[in-house]
């Protein structure tokens, strides 16, 4: 699969799915300039354990919903760096991943994405998120984005650009475990309504 040139191609949902053979990934063969679908990518990928996504540039996708379903195998994911500024819909990109660790969203662009509620909805595998200097700019709704995240033990949210942020109702609710929280020269409209959230994260040691 080296090499192999998709720069006409457009869609390409369910790409990997039942692809129960994929162990990891090397994203540096992919000429993906022209895709804007990439729904349910890699369903059902359960022996998938490692993925680098990490300054991978997705110029044209506006829709990657169900990105990871079902890829019970997963631990670690890197998605830093990326360019995703036409992106719009990623509604349950974690759905089913259920033993994913650790994730690093830090410096990429989505500022397109209005929604980001529930985006890791009842992930109660999740310690370890770093959502740094990431823009956000478009972005209104982030409730419910950590719901039951319980094992969930520390969240970077410095140098990020959410000033059209106005729904964060539930986002750290049941984060029973959540220690560390640093969100340094995060631009939001709002701190009141997420200082009132952070009732919910009872054992925070660290902000």
Not at 26 to 39: A, H
Not at 83 to 110: D, E, H, P, Q
Request: with cysteine; glycine share 2%; hydrophobic share 45%.
């Amino acid at each position: 699969m080296d090499n192999m040139n998709l720069e006409w191609v457009k869609n390409m949902d369910n790409f990997f799915e039942f692809s129960t053979w994929l162990v990891e990934f090397d994203w540096s063969w992919f000429n993906i300039d022209n895709v804007e679908s990439m729904d349910y990518f890699f369903r059902w990928a359960t022996s998938l354990r490692t993925i680098n996504l990490s300054g991978a540039k997705f110029p044209q996708l506006k829709s990657m919903n169900y990105f990871f379903f079902g890829c019970s195998g997963l631990q670690e994911l890197n998605m830093s760096n990326m360019n995703l500024m036409r992106l719009t819909n990623i509604n349950a990109i974690f759905n089913g991943v259920s033993n994913i660790k650790k994730v690093n969203f830090s410096n990429t662009n989505m500022a397109s994405i209005v929604w980001l509620w529930s985006l890791f909805l009842n992930n109660k595998s999740i310690e370890e998120v770093d959502m740094s200097y990431m823009n956000l700019s478009s972005t209104t709704d982030m409730a419910n984005m950590f719901y039951w995240c319980s094992n969930l033990n520390k969240l970077n949210m410095t140098n990020m650009n959410l000033h059209n942020l106005t729904n964060m109702w539930g986002i750290f609710a049941w984060c029973d475990n959540l220690k560390i929280l640093n969100f340094d020269n995060t631009n939001m409209w709002s701190l009141l309504g997420f200082w009132w959230n952070l009732k919910w994260a009872t054992n925070l040691e660290e902000v």
